[in-house]
């Protein structure tokens, strides 16, 4: 079974950075996955914000991210979302989300395993 845990959040001012981490066991010896950072800010649809995939490196972000968000894994465990120029508007609980199917997607329902989050507030 799939663990995924979450961490790096905390509360910082607009334009400062974050750098989130997120832990994945249960794999096993599977080497092809997607792993993707969702969020969700109160009353608000969860989003995505950046999936990778394991199988040919690729990276998707929405046009909503405008570069400032960037994924990156150091290894088959440990995967990042770093945070920059963080806006009052990305206020909101960032998910960890992995899922045996390699192709990087941008949707909730393509993701099988998910962490509890970690929350970012961002303010003045």
Same mark, same amino acid.
């Given at each position: 079974?799939?663990?995924?845990?979450?961490?790096?959040?905390?509360?910082?001012?607009?334009?400062?950075?974050?750098?989130?981490?997120?832990?994945?066991?249960?794999?096993?010896?599977?080497?092809?996955?997607?792993?993707?950072?969702?969020?969700? *800010? /109160?009353?608000?649809?969860?989003? %995505?914000?950046?999936?990778? =995939?394991?199988?040919? !490196? $690729?990276?998707?972000?929405?046009?909503?991210?405008?570069?400032?968000?960037?994924?990156?894994?150091?290894?088959?465990?440990?995967?990042?979302?770093?945070?920059?120029?963080?806006?009052?508007?990305?206020?909101?609980?960032?998910?960890?989300?992995?899922?045996? *199917? /390699?192709?990087?997607?941008?949707? %909730?329902?393509?993701?099988? =395993?998910?962490?509890? !989050? $970690?929350?970012?507030?961002?303010?003045?």
């Amino acid at each position: 079974q799939v663990h995924i845990v979450e961490s790096g959040g905390g509360k910082v001012q607009p334009g400062e950075s974050l750098r989130l981490s997120c832990e994945v066991s249960g794999f096993g010896f599977r080497i092809y996955y997607k792993i993707a950072w969702f969020r969700q *800010a /109160p009353g608000k649809e969860r989003e %995505a914000v950046a999936c990778a =995939s394991s199988r040919d !490196g $690729t990276k998707h972000y929405p046009g909503s991210i405008e570069g400032r968000f960037t994924i990156s894994s150091a290894n088959a465990v440990n995967t990042y979302l770093q945070l920059n120029n963080l806006h009052p508007e990305d206020t909101a609980v960032y998910y960890c989300a992995a899922d045996p *199917a /390699p192709t990087c997607s941008l949707v %909730a329902g393509d993701f099988g =395993s998910w962490g509890q !989050g $970690t929350h970012v507030a961002v303010s003045a």
